[in-house]
């Protein structure tokens, strides 16, 4: 049996069935050039991140055999395709997410 679905944070966002909440990565609001950046810009720029981190999950979340051996978890960082899931900001803690289909992740990125 699956673990229960986490929460995010002080949040009551809990995924069901095969979706998965991801938090993209931080964007820096200064480029390396020394520019900065509006906050519409890094918001916008946050929002179409194709990385990110898996905060939860649903129950049935890549349960497939397709799978195989390598499931991810909550707390890994994967890649997902562009334009994947909705974007949503969780009102507890005023961050962004995206809800998506777990097909969408597409790698892991691994320590090592």
């Not at 009551?12 to 979706?19: K, L």
């Not at 931080?26 to 946050?46: K, N, Y």
């Amino acid at each position: 049996m699956r673990e229960k679905a986490s929460k995010i944070e002080e949040g009551v966002v809990e995924p069901v069935c095969y979706y998965v909440v991801v938090e993209p990565e931080v964007v820096d609001d200064v480029t390396s050039g020394g520019i900065i950046l509006p906050s519409s810009a890094v918001d916008q720029m946050q929002v179409q991140r194709e990385k990110g981190t898996i905060v939860s999950m649903g129950p049935t979340a890549f349960d497939m055999e397709k799978w195989g051996d390598v499931k991810p978890k909550v707390g890994d960082k994967v890649m997902f395709t562009k334009h994947a899931g909705t974007v949503f900001q969780d009102k507890a803690n005023r961050k962004k997410y995206r809800i998506m289909d777990d097909e969408y992740i597409c790698a892991i990125f691994r320590e090592g």
